[in-house]
Nanobody, 126 residues
Framework: QVQLVESGGGLVQAGGSLRLSCAAS??????????MGWFRQAPGKEREFVAG????????PYADSVKGRFTISRDNAKNTVYLQMNSLQFEDTAVYYC?????????????????WGQGTQVTVSS
């Protein structure tokens, strides 16, 4: 069974920073061969792509709304993917989900991701 467990969410003031982590586990899950991604869902809105990272970190696409403020990274030795979020804005308030892509290269489509974490709440106060 594959598990993705997010951590690091919380309440922060606008302009502040948070670092999300996602630890992957599972006997048949090959983390280092998969692209990973972060999505978010605000109340009443669709779940949207935030950032992705290819299997080796060579490709890291971002949503326009977070470009220059968020940084995705991964540590294949620890089966963990991170999302460093700086200059947080009220509009970044959402539940953030970690997801594993079914392929080694990344993309922004939700349908390409076949495993999901339970989500972690990020709340930015204005």
């Amino acid at each position: 069974q594959v598990q993705l467990v997010e951590s690091g969410g919380g309440l922060v003031q606008a302009g502040g920073s948070l670092r999300l982590s996602c630890a992957a586990s599972g006997r048949t899950f090959s983390f280092s061969n998969r692209a990973m991604g972060w999505f978010r869902q605000a109340p009443g809105k669709e779940r949207e792509f935030v950032a992705g990272i290819s299997w080796n970190g060579g490709s890291t696409p971002y949503a326009d709304s977070v470009k220059g403020r968020f940084t995705i990274s991964r540590d294949n030795a620890k089966n963990t993917v991170y999302l460093q979020m700086n200059s947080l804005q009220f509009e970044d308030t959402a539940v953030y989900y970690c997801a594993a892509n079914s392929r080694y290269y990344t993309d922004t489509a939700r349908a390409s991701y076949d495993y999901w974490g339970q989500g972690t709440q990020v709340t930015v106060s204005s």
